[in-house]
């Protein structure tokens, strides 16, 4: 045993710390956790958990909706905001405490405060500085808005989980995850939401069919989505806001939500005091065993700026406890990582898009399907889903796999299973649909796309 105070200290109790310090302690490392928050970090408290559940909240609307075609009638039919946001609130502190009883079943210590370092094996934390053997940093990352005059006005996506009141119109400024799911929560939820993107699309970097499909569905839903405009300044009038675009038009809104990119939270970690290497922009540089330019201090998640998703940053925390207590040196594997954005209708997607396999591969086969889902061909609701298989005609194999429609995320994860096994489109093809789902789709696709 060392002569430090502990053999780890995990500064950040989000999804990576709480994953690596826990087993840390269950191998029998003496650990500590330090969290200036509650304990659950983005995922559980500002991100993934409570922004699902908001989104499950407005769906409703869409349900009720289609309720009627199926015979159907509600009276008086009314949405209590407050009531979402109080049983979200309930749900969070039941999280929050099955974390804190995980930590404590494997005797993690939990530092109250923000973790500081003092030097590459001291961290300070509420007043006492401890001495370590490793130090993880798991401090996730932060929302970031432009330096534009008025910017104080507008609120993140935290104080979008929290509003007391629900405005009648809102503007979102950015067309990333964030902003496309919270777009989908106000809209369902009654609220006038226009979306402001300086690009020519939404979710740059996704496949270019997903990013035109959704663009239409949103707009079906009533979202208006301005393209290639800038925000240059918002000024406050009373209990209103104006916006002044780029080309000198103005407009009139209640709630300025900025959803433009997260920073990594490093500020005032005392990082420079331990010499560990950065970014210009702010995240931490790590190699494939999450360790920085110091061998003993190690980072995982959102703070390093890899993908910057909840199973990863679990995935790399899980490794730097197996490697530093359980005698297993691994690396995460970031091929085919699925993921989804939970817009309305959502998008999930695995593998290469066919703008990146068009590049990766000389030839590839295209096969997809747009279709009406069976339930909307009685609710009638003027919803289409779109499926798309890109594979590497040589090999067979299946190299990118999207979704837009309901129930998209439920679906890609069995599909990343079969991916992630190399399956071909031969394998795809022999594989018998579950009848009538839409899932089915993406074992009968059988023509190429000319
Ligand atoms: P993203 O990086 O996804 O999107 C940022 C958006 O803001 C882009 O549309 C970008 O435009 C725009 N933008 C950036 N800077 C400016 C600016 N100065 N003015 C106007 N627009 C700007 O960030 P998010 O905040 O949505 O999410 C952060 C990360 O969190 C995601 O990348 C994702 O990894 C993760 N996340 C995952 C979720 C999930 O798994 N479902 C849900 C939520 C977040 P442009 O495209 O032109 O650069």
Redesign the pocket.
Known sequence: MSNYDYDLITIGAGSGGVRASRLAGGYGARVAVCEEDRVGG?CVLR??IP?KLLIYGAHYADYMEDAKNYGWTFDGVKHDWRKLIENKNAELSRLNSIYLNILKNNNVDLKEGRGVLIDGHTVEVGGKQLTTENILIAVG?W????D?PGIQYAIS?NEALELPVLPRRMVI?????????FAGIFSGLGVDVTE????DN????FDNDMRVSLFEEMGKRGITIRTET??RGIEKDGAIFHLRLGNEEIIETDCVM?????NANTKELGLEFAGIEMRSNGSIKVDEYNRTSQPHIYAVG?VTDR????PVAIQEGHAVADMLFNNNTRTTDYKNVP????STPPIATIGLTEEEARVKYDKVDIYDSNFKPLVHTISGRDERSFMKLIVEPKSDVVVGCHMMGTDA?EIIQGIAIAMKCGATKAQFDSTTGIHPSSAEEFVTMRSKRD
């Open positions: 983005t991100g993934c922004k990352g929302p970031s808005m432009p534009i996506s400024v950015g067309g990333g995850y964030i902003a496309v799911e402001i993107i300086r690009a939404i979710l740059r970097g800038e925000v900025y959803a433009t990119g997260r959102d993908i910057q998703l909840t993921s989804a954005v939970f995320p």
